[in-house]
């Protein structure tokens, strides 16, 4: 899975999300899910960077697109965020959990310095199902 290494994405408006026990993946134009990972359960690091812990954890929270005005759980805040898409979506949880942890090295590399969690957004545009990596900038 060929990816380029985390963007800044400067967000101008919140992202805000309704929870759902367990959302169907994005399968139609427009739609969007999200998932959280806490940064800890997914990484321990030492000297030499993030590795992962093990087996991928369930998420922290799961949730779809609130829509404009629509009640949210969740908001991904306006700002800046670490940001990595893909060429192409997972195919199973060892490609994410290979995607999570090139993501993470990738940060700890560069001095990215981050915060919260890790947040797991799938999108369906032009057609298919994209897979975005998420996490807050510090300030």
């Known amino acids: 899975m060929e990816t380029r290494g985390p963007l800044t994405l400067r967000l ?22 999200l998932s959280a990972y806490g940064w800890d359960a997914l990484f321990a690091t030492g000297d030499d960077g993030p590795r992962l812990r093990g087996a991928l954890p369930a998420p922290a929270f799961t949730g779809v697109s609130a829509g404009a005005g629509g009640a949210a759980d969740l908001s991904l805040e306006a700002g800046d965020w670490a940001f990595l898409q893909p060429a192409r979506a997972p ?20 001095g990215s310095a981050c915060e919260g969690p890790l947040y797991v957004r799938g999108v369906f545009e032009d057609g298919r199902r994209a897979v975005q990596l998420w996490r807050r900038l510090a300030t």
């Open 91 to 110: 195919a199973d949880d060892g490609e994410l959990l290979a995607l999570f942890e090139g993501f993470a090295r990738d940060l700890w590399w560069e």
């Open 12 to 33: 101008r408006a919140p992202l805000r999300w309704r929870a759902v026990r367990t959302p169907a993946p994005a399968g139609r134009e427009g739609a969007e899910d």
